[in-house]
């Protein structure tokens, strides 16, 4: 991982991948995603910017590698986002954090072996059972799968010497203006602020030329 470069890089394609994060939560507009902020911030930088949305609603982080990882390839990038893992702890009672590491193995290794210059990014998970409405057993089991979750995406990002965003501890994790109705996708104001440290890591620890901030 690189740290403290002068901004001097260009990316010429950017391609994002993930669940509804990335996708947008169904049944909303395919625009004002955090990935499309992060695109818009590098094509200032590079107009002939090639930009690529591969993330799904609503798919684990296993099926982020088998049908999002072959087409990312295909496209040769040199910019890659990866975020996903909260749907292995949502849409299971028992969440399987170790095929969350075991995917997210394979897609960072694939990518390093494939693409061994690509800048790679990826994020932790906010505590999803801060602004849902559950029941007792249902929280203890999200608010244990998500710490468990973000302790395996950290321990799998540095194995792979991939940057990683600090969603799970930043401050803005336990504000409700940065969640939508639903409590669980980001509102405008959180999806602007993710964008915007996705850029600030850009600048830092790739030396990656964008606009300075995310309008």
């Given at each position: 991982?690189?740290?403290?470069?002068?901004?001097?890089?260009?990316?010429?394609?950017?391609?994002?991948?993930?669940?509804?994060?990335?996708?947008?939560?169904?049944?909303?507009?395919?625009?004002?995603?955090?990935?499309?902020?992060?695109?818009?911030?590098?094509?200032?930088?590079?107009?002939?910017?090639?930009?690529?949305?591969?993330?799904?609603?609503?798919?684990?982080?296993?099926?982020?590698?088998?049908?999002?990882?072959?087409?990312?390839?295909?496209?040769?990038?040199?910019?890659?986002?990866?975020?996903?893992?909260?749907?292995?702890?949502?849409?299971?009672?028992?969440?399987?954090?170790?095929?969350?590491?075991?995917s997210l193995d394979y897609i960072f290794g694939k990518?390093?072996?494939?693409?061994?210059?690509?800048?790679?990014?990826?994020?932790?998970?906010?505590?999803?059972?801060?602004?849902?409405?559950?029941?007792?057993?249902?929280?203890?089991?999200?608010?244990?799968?998500?710490?468990?979750?973000?302790?395996?995406?950290?321990?799998?990002?540095?194995?792979?010497?991939?940057?990683?965003?600090?969603?799970?501890?930043?401050?803005?994790?336990?504000?409700?203006?940065?969640?939508?109705?639903?409590?669980?996708?980001?509102?405008?104001?959180?999806?602007?602020?993710?964008?915007?440290?996705?850029?600030?890591?850009?600048?830092?620890?790739?030396?990656?030329?964008?606009?300075?901030?995310?309008?």
């Open positions: 991982m690189e740290t403290s470069r002068s901004e001097t890089r260009l990316v010429r394609r950017y391609v994002a991948l993930g669940d509804s994060f990335t996708a947008g939560a169904p049944g909303t507009p395919s625009e004002g995603r955090w990935p499309d902020y992060l695109a818009e911030a590098l094509r200032a930088a590079n107009p002939e910017l090639e930009y690529h949305n591969l993330g799904q609603a609503g798919v684990t982080t296993a099926e982020v590698a088998g049908a999002q990882l072959a087409p990312c390839l295909g496209l040769d990038p040199d910019l890659v986002t990866v975020v996903c893992g909260a749907n292995d702890v949502l849409l299971s009672v028992r969440p399987d954090i170790e095929a969350h590491a075991t990518l390093r072996e494939r693409l061994p210059d690509v800048a790679l990014m990826t994020a932790t998970t906010p505590q999803l059972a801060n602004h849902l409405d559950l029941r007792p057993r249902s929280r203890k089991r999200v608010e244990e799968g998500v710490i468990r979750l973000n302790e395996a995406t950290r321990e799998v990002a540095l194995r792979h010497e991939v940057v990683c965003l600090e969603f799970a501890d930043h401050p803005g994790a336990r504000e409700r203006e940065n969640f939508g109705a639903d409590g669980f996708h980001p509102s405008s104001t959180g999806i602007r602020r993710a964008a915007g440290a996705g850029v600030a890591a850009l600048r830092q620890h790739f030396g990656i030329r964008t606009t300075q901030e995310v309008a």
